[in-house]
């Protein structure tokens, strides 16, 4: 049974960091792309950063470029979004999905896409 968790989420001053983790786990066999969503209240769900399997692809968002990272330990199947310099117009729900097909793969920028898989989300709040 496919299985996200997302974690690490939490209230934080303008210009301070936060580093999210998902654990995706059942994909048999392995899923092909993974990556973060977020949802402010009002507006449209936003791919800001995902990573396609097939070749280490990247994709980020513009406006989370230079302060947003994502990473993968394929040891522990953890996938990570580390987030410096944070915003209030960060403030949103934050998701990890994932996928079976490496929208990369077929010229689709990794977070333009339809992900199959869900976590329930994060809470991210920048406030001071």
């Known amino acids: 049974q496919v299985q996200i968790v997302e974690s690490g989420g939490g209230l934080v001053q303008p210009g301070g960091s936060l580093r999210l983790s998902c654990q995706a786990s059942?994909?048999?066999?392995?899923?092909?792309?993974i990556g973060w969503f977020r949802q402010a209240p009002g507006k449209e769900r936003e791919g800001v950063s995902c990573?396609?399997?097939?070749?280490?692809?990247?994709y980020y968002a513009d406006s989370v470029k230079g302060r947003f990272f994502i990473s993968r330990d394929t040891a522990t199947n953890m996938v990570y979004l580390q987030m410096n310099n944070l915003k209030p117009e960060d403030t949103a729900v934050y998701y990890c999905?994932?996928?079976?097909?490496?929208?990369?793969?077929?010229?689709?920028?990794?977070?333009?896409?339809?992900?199959?898989?869900w976590g329930q989300g994060t809470q991210v709040t920048v406030s001071s």
């Open positions: 990573i396609g399997i097939t070749d280490g692809s990247l």
């Open positions: 059942g994909f048999t066999p392995n899923y092909h792309a």
């Open positions: 999905a994932a996928d079976g097909r490496d929208p990369f793969s077929i010229g689709v920028p990794g977070c333009l896409y339809e992900y199959n898989y």
